[in-house]
């Protein structure tokens, strides 16, 4: 079986080898490539983080709001 996984964590590895079935004992090979975020990526990645955890438009407007 080959399968390919993009971008996971590190932390992540050993949860998604389990949730593809595999035991604990079986051996695999395993190359690693790091991946290099584009600034727009990066705040992609940011954001979607920042909503799944709660953060609303008008939760951010409020943090940014300008109170000079």
């Known amino acids: ?10 932390s ?5 080898i389990q949730k593809m079935g595999m035991k604990e004992n079986t051996m695999i ?6 991946v290099e ?3 727009l990526t990066l705040f992609n990645q940011i954001g979607q983080e920042a909503q799944a ?7 951010l407007e409020d943090l940014l709001a300008d109170e000079s």
């Open 37 to 39: 975020n584009d600034f």
């Open 29 to 34: 090979n395993l190359t690693i490539e790091t």
């Open 53 to 59: 955890k709660g953060l609303t438009e008008e939760i």
């Open 1 to 10: 079986m080959k399968q390919t996984i993009h971008q996971i964590r590190v």
């Open 12 to 16: 992540e590895i050993a949860d998604v």
